[in-house]
């Protein structure tokens, strides 16, 4: 139904901005002085991430399957299989700095004076980084694939 589609393809896209939000919220914040206020922001804003990436797995399936394409569309597509497989690579990156951000959060409010060590922050950023660098590429194979290559 053109209208489930229209709704769907809305939400889509709302959510992979609002993904999109997150990360480079953390790729800023991560640079900044990281106060214990910065540290409390960069834990909120990462619990977003989660959430947000399992709204748009369920509004991406609810594409695949009451798209206007039909699901075979997709499913016998590489570049979406590729596009799948870079999404599932952000979001395993992403578990580090997660874990990172809720220790270091946690350490924060303990004892204000404290300071994530150099190397985990290095690791951290690095994370980020890629991850971002990958995000980018995840519209690229989704215009691609919209468009029939793939198939
Ligand atoms: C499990 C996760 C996801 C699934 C199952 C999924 C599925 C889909 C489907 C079925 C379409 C419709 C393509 C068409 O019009 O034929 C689409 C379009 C699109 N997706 Fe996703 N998607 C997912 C995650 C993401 C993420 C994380 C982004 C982040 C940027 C994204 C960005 C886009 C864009 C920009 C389009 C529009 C492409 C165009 O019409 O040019 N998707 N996606």
């Given at each position: ?10 939400l889509h896209?709302l959510l992979a901005?609002s993904l ?32 947000l990436a399992v709204l748009i797995i369920l509004v991406g ?26 999404f ?64």
């Open positions: 139904m053109e209208t489930t589609d229209l709704v769907l393809t809305i896209h901005f999109a939000g997150v990360i480079a919220a953390e790729f800023v914040l991560i640079r900044n002085e990281l106060t214990p206020g910065t540290l409390r922001r960069l834990a909120r804003v990462d619990r977003h991430y989660g959430m399936i609810g594409r695949v399957f009451h798209g206007l394409k039909g699901w075979e569309f997709y499913v016998y597509n590489w570049v979406f299989w590729v596009k799948m497989a870079i599932a690579t952000v979001g395993l990156l992403s578990i580090v700095p997660t874990i990172r951000f809720i220790s270091w959060n946690r350490q924060a409010t303990a004892s204000p004076a404290f300071q994530p060590p150099g190397h985990e922050l290095a690791s951290v950023r690095r994370y980020i980084w890629l991850e971002a660098l990958l995000f980018l590429a995840i519209p690229a194979f989704a215009a691609a694939m919209a468009r029939g290559y793939g198939l």
